[in-house]
């Protein structure tokens, strides 16, 4: 096993940052922490590579983090703040000149998609291509296990999608990687296994297709209308119960041959709708669900679905 953390533990004061958090990620997996601010994910980052000492057993590559060779480790901390007054190419080079090997920084800037800035200064950079360098400092040593503590974020939706090929063919070539993250698309889409911790304590952990049909709850159709409360009405007198939500109008349990009951309820009703959108869940209800943060539930998943 790559990385294992048994009943692992971290309190700072009276803060519990880690309450018991188990996890074994094996060789070649993407693994993902998500959960809510202040959940214990950089916590438990920092427990795993050594950074702070928590109660509990940690294991990075068979050994204690602290004893693991930095050489085959890379991490990204959430706060980076590398010196501004060096260039891309500067900064790349400097942090590769801290291992024994490095990767050319050339190719490290252009796999983070940095090449045409490489002699910016980090100064100069935009907010995601400073975050773009740093992941690059994270890259250079070629690391078999990879600490990616939100990589992302400030990132635009391309440059996003870049880093997650990185990561991927990292992964494919045998790196073991760990990303936390708030974007629930990347963690369905990157990770091979997702685990939600809240309140310090992992909630749920599995594949997020097997988060998704295992606490995701039913197919259900979004009601794009702008009498929203007649609408709301006339769903309700045609029997259709609601996904808590005060944002949206949201049908709850809709298979998809019932699409057609929910337009005719409208229909007979006489409310206009501008659409009507039918998806299955995703991660991120489940990550609403299980954080206990999706608006007017009480957090219990079993629960949501009939109210
Ligand atoms: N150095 C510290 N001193 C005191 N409290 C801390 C310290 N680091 C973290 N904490 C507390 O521990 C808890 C967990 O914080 P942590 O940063 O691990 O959460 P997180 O899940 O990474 O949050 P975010 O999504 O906001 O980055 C929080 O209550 C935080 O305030």
Redesign the pocket.
């Known amino acids: 096993m790559t990385i294992r953390a048994s009943d692992v533990r ?4 009276g ?4 309450d018991g958090v188990s996890l074994a990620v094996e060789a070649g997996e993407v693994y993902g ?1 998500i ?12 427990a795993l590579t050594g950074t ?1 000492e928590p109660e509990g057993e940690v294991e990075l590559l068979g050994r204690d983090p602290a004893d693991a060779d930095p050489q085959l480790v890379g991490l990204l901390p ?1 706060e980076f703040s590398p010196p501004e007054r060096l260039t891309a190419r500067e900064l790349v080079d400097y942090y590769g000149g801290l291992y024994d090997e490095a990767r050319d920084t050339d190719a490290v800037l252009a796999d983070v998609g940095l090449a045409d800035a490489a002699d910016t200064y980090y100064e100069n950079l935009s907010g995601g291509q400073k975050r773009r360098a740093c992941v690059a400092t994270a890259l250079v040593n070629d690391p078999e296990v990879l600490f990616l ?2 990589p992302t974020t400030g990132i635009d939706p391309q440059g996003r999608r870049d880093v997650w090929g990185l990561v991927e063919s990292l992964a494919d070539a045998g790196a073991t990687v760990l990303v ?1 993250t ?1 974007y629930m698309e990347e963690a369905e889409r990157l990770c091979d296994r997702v685990g939600l ?1 809240a309140d ?1 304590r992992m909630v749920a952990e599995g594949s997020p297709r097997d988060l998704v049909s295992e606490y995701g709850g039913a197919p259900r159709v979004e009601v794009r209308a702008a009498d929203v409360a007649a609408a709301r009405a006339a769903l309700e007198s045609a029997g259709f119960a609601f996904v808590p939500d005060e944002r949206r109008l949201v049908v709850d349990d809709v298979a998809p041959e019932d699409v057609g009951g929910v337009a005719d309820a409208l229909a007979d009703a006489g409310v206009e709708y501008d659409g009507l959108l039918w998806r299955q869940p995703d991660l991120e209800e489940v990550y609403l669900q299980l954080s206990g943060q999706a608006v007017g539930t009480g957090g219990d998943p079993r629960e949501v679905n009939s109210e």
């Open positions: 971290r309190a700072y004061g803060t519990v940052a880690l922490l959960g809510p601010n202040g959940a214990g994910k950089t916590t438990l980052v920092r702070t959430q503590d939100e936390t708030h911790l310090g």
